[in-house]
C-alpha cells in the first residue's frame, strides 16, 4: 500500500489549530486510502473536524466542550 502525501490546504493551516489539523489530515489520508476522490476526501475531513471542532464568532476554531451526561437534565430513578 502506498503511503499518501498531504500537504494541508492554505485554509487548513491558516484556519485550523493544531489539533485540527491532525484529525483533517488523518480522516483525509484514511478516505483516500478507501478510494474516495481528493474531494470526497476533502468533505470527509471537514465533516471529521465539525465533530469535535466549532467555529466561534470571531471565526476561530476551537474545540467543542464537551457534553456530560450531567447536564442533560433526565433523571431515571424508582419509584
Do not use: C
Not at 484514511?30 to 481528493?38: V, Y
Amino acid at each position: 500500500m502506498a503511503d499518501i502525501q498531504v500537504d494541508l490546504p492554505s485554509e487548513v493551516k491558516e484556519q485550523l489549530p493544531e489539533g485540527a489539523q491532525n484529525i483533517f489530515l488523518a480522516a483525509f489520508k484514511s478516505a483516500q486510502e478507501d478510494g474516495m476522490s481528493e474531494e470526497a476526501a476533502r468533505n470527509v475531513a471537514w465533516n471529521s473536524v465539525k465533530n469535535s471542532y466549532e467555529q466561534g464568532e470571531d471565526g476561530k476554531w476551537q474545540h467543542k466542550p464537551d457534553v456530560t451526561n450531567s447536564h442533560a437534565g433526565v433523571q431515571s430513578g424508582g419509584n
